[in-house]
Protein backbone atom coordinates (compact mmCIF):
# COMPACT_ATOMS: atom_id res chain seq x y z
CA UNK A 1 0.00 0.00 0.00
CA UNK A 2 1.33 3.31 -1.10
CA UNK A 3 0.29 5.96 1.37
CA UNK A 4 -0.09 9.60 0.23
CA UNK A 5 1.15 12.28 2.68
CA UNK A 6 -1.12 14.80 4.13
CA UNK A 7 -1.40 18.57 2.49
CA UNK A 8 -1.45 21.46 4.43
CA UNK A 9 -4.63 23.18 3.52
CA UNK A 10 -3.80 26.06 0.73
CA UNK A 11 -0.71 24.28 -0.26
CA UNK A 12 -0.64 22.90 -3.92
CA UNK A 13 1.47 19.31 -4.42
CA UNK A 14 2.79 18.25 -7.49
CA UNK A 15 3.04 14.77 -8.39
CA UNK A 16 4.55 13.43 -11.53
CA UNK A 17 2.32 11.09 -13.46
CA UNK A 18 5.12 8.77 -15.33
CA UNK A 19 4.22 5.51 -14.33
CA UNK A 20 1.18 3.12 -13.51
CA UNK A 21 2.36 3.63 -10.27
CA UNK A 22 2.19 7.26 -10.27
CA UNK A 23 -1.46 6.82 -11.11
CA UNK A 24 -1.87 5.12 -7.97
CA UNK A 25 -0.60 7.56 -6.03
CA UNK A 26 -2.66 9.89 -8.03
CA UNK A 27 -5.42 8.59 -6.84
CA UNK A 28 -4.32 8.47 -3.24
CA UNK A 29 -3.63 11.43 -2.80
CA UNK A 30 -6.55 12.77 -4.31
CA UNK A 31 -8.68 10.83 -2.15
CA UNK A 32 -6.23 12.44 0.90
CA UNK A 33 -7.37 15.70 -0.05
CA UNK A 34 -10.95 14.74 -0.32
CA UNK A 35 -11.11 13.40 2.91
CA UNK A 36 -9.43 16.54 4.52
CA UNK A 37 -11.60 18.42 2.88
CA UNK A 38 -14.59 16.50 4.24
CA UNK A 39 -16.35 15.50 1.08
CA UNK A 40 -19.10 13.09 1.43
CA UNK A 41 -18.09 9.82 0.63
CA UNK A 42 -19.88 9.52 -2.86
CA UNK A 43 -18.08 12.55 -3.62
CA UNK A 44 -15.15 11.66 -2.44
CA UNK A 45 -15.14 8.59 -4.72
CA UNK A 46 -16.33 10.13 -7.78
CA UNK A 47 -13.14 12.57 -7.50
CA UNK A 48 -11.00 10.06 -6.77
CA UNK A 49 -12.37 8.05 -9.86
CA UNK A 50 -12.26 11.09 -12.46
CA UNK A 51 -8.58 11.85 -11.08
CA UNK A 52 -7.90 8.08 -11.77
CA UNK A 53 -9.18 8.33 -15.36
CA UNK A 54 -7.67 11.53 -16.08
CA UNK A 55 -4.14 10.79 -14.73
CA UNK A 56 -3.93 7.78 -16.84
CA UNK A 57 -4.80 9.61 -19.78
CA UNK A 58 -2.02 12.14 -18.75
CA UNK A 59 0.27 9.33 -18.62
CA UNK A 60 -1.18 7.12 -21.50
CA UNK A 61 -2.09 9.58 -24.21
CA UNK A 62 -0.03 12.64 -22.94
CA UNK A 63 3.18 10.59 -22.37
CA UNK A 64 3.48 11.36 -18.98
CA UNK A 65 3.02 14.69 -17.14
CA UNK A 66 2.23 15.85 -14.02
CA UNK A 67 -1.04 15.71 -11.29
CA UNK A 68 -1.25 19.55 -9.15
CA UNK A 69 -3.17 19.28 -6.17
CA UNK A 70 -4.82 20.49 -3.39
CA UNK A 71 -7.89 22.52 -1.63
CA UNK A 72 -9.46 25.40 -2.82
CA UNK A 73 -11.76 27.85 -1.32
CA UNK A 74 -14.58 30.28 -2.49
CA UNK A 75 -16.65 32.36 -1.17
CA UNK A 76 -16.32 30.02 2.11
CA UNK A 77 -17.60 26.65 0.01
CA UNK A 78 -14.24 24.38 0.02
CA UNK A 79 -13.31 22.12 -2.40
CA UNK A 80 -10.92 20.17 -4.65
CA UNK A 81 -8.66 21.38 -7.73
CA UNK A 82 -6.93 18.75 -9.43
CA UNK A 83 -4.55 20.07 -12.69
CA UNK A 84 -3.56 17.07 -15.09
CA UNK A 85 -0.64 18.70 -17.29
CA UNK A 86 1.33 17.01 -20.40
CA UNK A 87 3.22 18.09 -23.33
CA UNK A 88 1.53 15.39 -25.25
CA UNK A 89 -0.30 15.15 -28.36
CA UNK A 90 -2.65 17.62 -27.65
CA UNK A 91 -6.44 16.71 -28.56
CA UNK A 92 -7.35 17.46 -31.78
CA UNK A 93 -11.24 17.66 -31.57
CA UNK A 94 -11.96 17.87 -28.13
CA UNK A 95 -16.43 17.63 -28.97
CA UNK A 96 -15.23 14.04 -30.15
CA UNK A 97 -12.92 13.68 -27.45
CA UNK A 98 -15.65 13.92 -24.78
CA UNK A 99 -17.60 11.94 -26.34
CA UNK A 100 -19.08 8.90 -24.82
CA UNK A 101 -17.39 5.90 -25.85
CA UNK A 102 -15.34 7.39 -28.34
CA UNK A 103 -11.21 6.35 -28.06
CA UNK A 104 -8.18 7.16 -30.23
CA UNK A 105 -7.69 3.11 -29.89
CA UNK A 106 -7.62 1.04 -26.45
CA UNK A 107 -9.61 2.61 -24.18
CA UNK A 108 -13.51 2.71 -23.04
CA UNK A 109 -13.55 5.94 -24.16
CA UNK A 110 -15.22 7.02 -20.34
CA UNK A 111 -12.41 8.79 -19.30
CA UNK A 112 -12.47 12.34 -20.06
CA UNK A 113 -16.81 12.23 -20.41
CA UNK A 114 -16.89 10.67 -17.39
CA UNK A 115 -14.81 13.08 -15.52
CA UNK A 116 -16.84 15.97 -16.79
CA UNK A 117 -20.12 14.52 -15.05
CA UNK A 118 -18.28 12.89 -12.02
CA UNK A 119 -17.11 16.78 -10.82
CA UNK A 120 -18.55 20.13 -10.36
CA UNK A 121 -15.91 21.76 -12.36
CA UNK A 122 -14.13 20.62 -15.56
CA UNK A 123 -11.74 22.51 -18.16
CA UNK A 124 -9.50 21.36 -20.79
CA UNK A 125 -6.86 23.67 -22.44
CA UNK A 126 -5.81 21.92 -25.34
CA UNK A 127 -2.98 22.53 -28.24
CA UNK A 128 -2.24 19.90 -30.86
CA UNK A 129 1.05 19.85 -30.61
CA UNK A 130 1.91 21.18 -27.08
CA UNK A 131 0.21 19.28 -24.75
CA UNK A 132 -2.70 18.84 -22.40
CA UNK A 133 -4.36 20.50 -19.35
CA UNK A 134 -7.76 19.18 -17.70
CA UNK A 135 -8.57 21.06 -14.44
CA UNK A 136 -11.32 19.69 -12.24
CA UNK A 137 -12.85 20.76 -8.72
CA UNK A 138 -15.37 19.18 -6.37
CA UNK A 139 -16.83 21.38 -4.02
CA UNK A 140 -18.17 20.46 -0.31
CA UNK A 141 -22.28 20.67 -0.47
CA UNK B 1 6.25 -3.83 -10.25
CA UNK B 2 3.18 -5.24 -11.03
CA UNK B 3 1.68 -7.73 -7.79
CA UNK B 4 0.31 -11.18 -8.89
CA UNK B 5 -3.46 -11.23 -6.78
CA UNK B 6 -4.22 -14.24 -5.41
CA UNK B 7 -6.62 -16.90 -6.88
CA UNK B 8 -7.94 -19.36 -4.47
CA UNK B 9 -10.21 -22.34 -5.26
CA UNK B 10 -13.11 -23.68 -3.72
CA UNK B 11 -14.46 -26.41 -4.76
CA UNK B 12 -14.99 -26.00 -8.55
CA UNK B 13 -15.56 -22.21 -7.98
CA UNK B 14 -12.40 -19.88 -8.16
CA UNK B 15 -12.42 -17.16 -5.77
CA UNK B 16 -10.23 -13.72 -6.14
CA UNK B 17 -10.35 -11.32 -3.54
CA UNK B 18 -8.81 -7.66 -4.47
CA UNK B 19 -7.75 -6.24 -1.33
CA UNK B 20 -5.56 -3.26 -2.31
CA UNK B 21 -5.72 -0.55 -5.30
CA UNK B 22 -4.30 -2.25 -8.21
CA UNK B 23 -2.46 -0.30 -11.09
CA UNK B 24 -3.22 -1.11 -14.30
CA UNK B 25 -0.93 -3.69 -15.08
CA UNK B 26 -1.68 -5.71 -12.24
CA UNK B 27 -5.57 -5.51 -13.21
CA UNK B 28 -4.32 -7.24 -16.67
CA UNK B 29 -2.37 -9.93 -15.12
CA UNK B 30 -5.18 -11.07 -13.36
CA UNK B 31 -7.50 -11.13 -16.06
CA UNK B 32 -5.30 -13.07 -18.00
CA UNK B 33 -4.27 -15.63 -14.39
CA UNK B 34 -8.22 -15.92 -14.45
CA UNK B 35 -8.49 -17.00 -17.69
CA UNK B 36 -5.76 -19.70 -17.61
CA UNK B 37 -7.11 -21.03 -14.20
CA UNK B 38 -10.71 -21.39 -15.01
CA UNK B 39 -9.41 -23.75 -18.08
CA UNK B 40 -6.46 -25.64 -15.62
CA UNK B 41 -8.98 -26.09 -13.10
CA UNK B 42 -12.29 -26.68 -14.99
CA UNK B 43 -14.17 -24.09 -12.39
CA UNK B 44 -17.55 -23.55 -13.16
CA UNK B 45 -17.79 -19.99 -11.16
CA UNK B 46 -16.01 -17.27 -10.47
CA UNK B 47 -16.36 -14.76 -7.61
CA UNK B 48 -14.83 -11.83 -7.28
CA UNK B 49 -15.11 -9.78 -4.36
CA UNK B 50 -14.32 -6.30 -4.35
CA UNK B 51 -15.17 -4.92 -1.07
CA UNK B 52 -12.14 -3.59 -0.12
CA UNK B 53 -11.91 -1.29 -3.55
CA UNK B 54 -12.58 2.18 -2.90
CA UNK B 55 -13.62 3.14 -6.45
CA UNK B 56 -13.67 1.46 -9.90
CA UNK B 57 -12.54 3.09 -12.80
CA UNK B 58 -13.09 2.27 -16.34
CA UNK B 59 -10.28 0.54 -16.62
CA UNK B 60 -10.92 -2.12 -13.62
CA UNK B 61 -14.40 -1.96 -14.88
CA UNK B 62 -13.73 -3.04 -18.54
CA UNK B 63 -11.93 -5.99 -16.83
CA UNK B 64 -14.30 -7.34 -14.55
CA UNK B 65 -16.57 -7.10 -17.46
CA UNK B 66 -14.33 -8.74 -19.71
CA UNK B 67 -13.74 -11.66 -17.41
CA UNK B 68 -17.21 -12.44 -17.06
CA UNK B 69 -17.69 -12.72 -20.64
CA UNK B 70 -14.41 -14.56 -21.40
CA UNK B 71 -15.22 -17.69 -18.65
CA UNK B 72 -18.46 -17.40 -19.78
CA UNK B 73 -17.17 -18.46 -22.97
CA UNK B 74 -14.78 -20.71 -20.92
CA UNK B 75 -17.94 -22.26 -19.05
CA UNK B 76 -17.70 -20.45 -16.02
CA UNK B 77 -19.96 -18.10 -14.59
CA UNK B 78 -18.64 -15.34 -12.88
CA UNK B 79 -20.19 -12.98 -9.94
CA UNK B 80 -19.37 -9.68 -8.28
CA UNK B 81 -19.72 -9.37 -4.83
CA UNK B 82 -19.16 -6.51 -2.56
CA UNK B 83 -19.33 -3.43 -4.17
CA UNK B 84 -20.05 -0.18 -2.06
CA UNK B 85 -22.80 1.41 -2.86
CA UNK B 86 -20.62 5.26 -3.42
CA UNK B 87 -18.82 2.67 -6.20
CA UNK B 88 -22.23 1.84 -8.16
CA UNK B 89 -23.28 5.66 -7.70
CA UNK B 90 -20.01 6.45 -9.35
CA UNK B 91 -20.07 3.61 -12.16
CA UNK B 92 -23.15 4.50 -13.50
CA UNK B 93 -22.51 8.01 -13.57
CA UNK B 94 -18.97 7.69 -15.22
CA UNK B 95 -21.27 5.83 -18.04
CA UNK B 96 -20.56 1.98 -17.24
CA UNK B 97 -23.41 -0.04 -16.28
CA UNK B 98 -21.46 -3.83 -16.16
CA UNK B 99 -24.54 -4.79 -17.91
CA UNK B 100 -23.41 -8.49 -18.67
CA UNK B 101 -21.95 -9.10 -14.94
CA UNK B 102 -23.98 -10.73 -12.51
CA UNK B 103 -23.41 -9.33 -8.97
CA UNK B 104 -24.12 -10.68 -5.43
CA UNK B 105 -24.28 -7.96 -2.07
CA UNK B 106 -21.89 -10.47 -0.19
CA UNK B 107 -19.19 -13.02 -0.74
CA UNK B 108 -22.11 -15.92 0.72
CA UNK B 109 -25.08 -14.65 -1.51
CA UNK B 110 -22.15 -14.39 -4.34
CA UNK B 111 -21.21 -18.34 -3.68
CA UNK B 112 -25.19 -19.31 -3.22
CA UNK B 113 -25.76 -18.05 -6.71
CA UNK B 114 -23.17 -20.33 -8.68
CA UNK B 115 -25.04 -22.83 -6.21
CA UNK B 116 -22.14 -24.72 -5.34
CA UNK B 117 -20.93 -22.94 -2.13
CA UNK B 118 -18.43 -24.86 -0.16
CA UNK B 119 -19.98 -24.16 2.88
CA UNK B 120 -22.48 -25.66 4.95
CA UNK B 121 -26.26 -24.27 4.16
CA UNK B 122 -25.87 -23.09 0.62
CA UNK B 123 -28.02 -23.28 -1.50
CA UNK B 124 -29.26 -22.53 -4.87
CA UNK B 125 -29.90 -18.90 -5.39
N1 LIG C 1 -4.05 14.07 -22.13
C1 LIG C 1 -4.42 13.72 -23.37
N2 LIG C 1 -3.60 13.95 -24.44
C2 LIG C 1 -3.96 13.61 -25.69
N3 LIG C 1 -5.14 13.01 -25.98
C3 LIG C 1 -6.00 12.76 -24.98
C4 LIG C 1 -5.70 13.10 -23.62
N4 LIG C 1 -6.75 12.74 -22.85
C5 LIG C 1 -7.66 12.20 -23.69
N5 LIG C 1 -7.22 12.19 -24.96
C6 LIG C 1 -7.94 11.71 -26.15
O1 LIG C 1 -9.32 11.66 -25.86
C7 LIG C 1 -9.81 10.35 -26.07
C8 LIG C 1 -10.90 10.05 -25.09
O2 LIG C 1 -10.36 9.96 -23.77
P1 LIG C 1 -11.10 9.02 -22.72
O3 LIG C 1 -12.52 9.44 -22.66
O4 LIG C 1 -10.33 9.05 -21.45
O5 LIG C 1 -11.05 7.61 -23.41
P2 LIG C 1 -9.88 6.50 -23.47
O6 LIG C 1 -8.76 6.98 -22.59
O7 LIG C 1 -10.53 5.28 -22.94
O8 LIG C 1 -9.49 6.40 -24.89
C9 LIG C 1 -8.60 9.45 -25.97
O9 LIG C 1 -8.78 8.24 -26.68
C10 LIG C 1 -7.51 10.33 -26.56
O10 LIG C 1 -7.53 10.26 -27.97
MG1 LIG D 1 -9.00 7.57 -20.66
Known sequence: MITAPAVPEGEQQTLPIASNDDVVRARQLVRTLAQQCKLSLVDQTKLVTAASELARNTLVHGNGGTMRVGLVDKGGRRGVSAVFQDTGPGIPDLELALTDGWTSGGGMGL?????????????????????????????TR | MSERIPVLRIGDVLLVSIQTDLEDQSVLDLQEDLAERIVETGAQGVVIDITALEIVDSFVGRMLATTAAISRILD????????????????????????????ALSLERGLAMLGRAGGVGAGRA
Not at chain 1, 118 to 136: H, N, P, S, W, Y
Not at chain 2, 77 to 93: C, D, Q, S
Open chain 1, 111 to 139: GLSGARRLTDEFAIDTEVGRGTVVTVVKW
Open chain 2, 76 to 103: AETVLVGMRPAVAITLVELGLSLGGVRT
